[in-house]
Every structure is written in C-alpha cells, then in structure tokens.
C-alpha cells in the first residue's frame, strides 16, 4: 500500500483526496499537512508520495518534504512563483517530480485536440481560449488555460492568443475550458467540463501510484496518460 502525505488537506480538493484514497486499496493517507493542522509527519513515518493541492508556498513545503523522504511527488497547485518551479526542477535531481495543474485525462485529450486543430486551421482563423471557474477562484487565467495557451502557441509558432483569453468568475463552476476558432463562414469549439472534483482527485491518485514507481526526474500527467494507465481509483463519490 502507497502511503501518501496530502498538502493542503483541509481545502476542498484535499478533502476529496482524502475520500477518494479512503476506497482505494492501493494507497493510505498516513500524512495531513494544512494550515490548520499536522498530522502523521513523525521523524520515522514512511511516505511514498506526497500530493500537493495548496498554494504556491504549500507546493514549496511538498516539495522539501518529498525529498527529505526520498518520495514522489506531485504539485497539483496553480500560479506557481519561478521561484517554486526552480525547486521543483532541482528536487527532480532526486526524487520523481510531477507539476500538473489539470489532473483530467479529458483536458489531456483536450491539449492534443487544440494542437492539431490550431495547426490545421492555419492563420486564418481567429482563436479565443474562455474559462470559467466558480467565484472565489484566485488565479485568473487559470493554470488549466495558461496550459492550453502553451499548447496553440507552440502548435501556431507565435503568440495567436495576446488579449484573447477570456476569463469569468462566477458561481460554483468547478472548471469549463473552450477554444474556439472562427473562420471565415463557421466557427469550431474544442471544450472540456469538470462536473465534480472528484476527477481531479482520481487522476491525483492514479498519476501519485504511477509516479511513485518512476525513476528521479520532472515526470508529466501526459506522459501518465500516454502509458496508457486506466484509472483504478474508485468512480463512486465517498
């Protein structure tokens, strides 16, 4: 049994990990970390794999205790400093590292999707990413939008989207990503919707019990989905 640190426990997405591996006989929580409370972390407590979904100084604080431990770890966490980056990059040196702001294998499907349609479309075609998340989302574009953001200007060579991201805080939105391309006479939409968090929960665990087995380096969620992993995690919300 893989036995995980949780960073950021007491937030939402932390609680959903926490009710998710609670079904899931692959893995423990035998560590809470939040800004409220500490458990499990005893100087001889063994962790595999941290999983982190805070902030950017909680990520910082994953990331020093997966290599104190000699485990996996895994930054769920969005808006991310240069700062936070740098350490994950050198923590790779020794411990199996994965930074994923989006956990969905749909929004995976989804980048390879906008890849192909921006190269296809060509420069004729006008292209606006929209977002959308519930109102007490802070980051604004989201890490899921900066993401496909990379994806077009990688797959356009230049920048198609300067001042054409869109956006909207409202509501209790979990996450709604769309490009669109307008062309001439027609209009192409490439969407995903998060209907519950529990998907981002179950991708958090399938991609920890991947990586935990992987060797030290910078590991991504599209190399997870590439290895052609199906989800063991538990579909039914605790």
Do not use: C, Y
Request: no cysteine.
């Amino acid at each position: 049994m893989l036995r995980l640190a949780l960073v950021g426990s007491s937030g939402r997405m932390g609680r959903r990990v926490a009710a998710i591996a609670a079904l899931d006989p692959r893995v423990e929580v035998a560590a809470e970390i939040s800004s409220v409370h500490e458990r499990g972390l005893s100087d001889d407590a063994v962790i595999h794999a941290v999983i982190d979904f805070s902030r950017d100084a909680g990520a910082r604080r994953a990331l020093g205790l997966a290599a104190s431990r000699r485990a996996a770890v895994l930054v769920a966490s969005t808006a991310l400093s240069e700062e936070t980056l740098a350490m994950a990059a050198r923590t790779a040196a020794s411990v199996p590292v994965m930074v994923a702001p989006n956990l969905s294998r749909g929004v995976a499907i989804l980048r390879r999707l906008v890849a192909e349609a921006v190269r296809l479309a060509g420069p004729g075609w006008d292209l606006d990413l929209i977002e959308q998340h519930h109102r007490t989302k802070v980051d604004a574009p989201s890490g899921t939008a900066r993401m496909l953001a990379e994806v077009v200007e990688d797959a356009a060579g230049s920048d198609r989207l300067a001042g054409r991201i869109h956006a909207i805080r409202g509501g209790g939105v979990i996450g709604d990503h769309e490009l669109r391309l307008s062309g001439p006479s027609e209009v192409l939409s490439l969407a995903h919707r998060a209907v519950d968090r529990d998907v981002f929960a179950r991708g958090a665990i399938d991609a920890a019990v991947w990586l935990a087995a992987r060797p030290p380096g910078l590991h991504r969620f599209d190399d997870f989905v590439s290895a052609g992993q199906s989800s063991s995690s538990p579909l039914t919300s605790a």
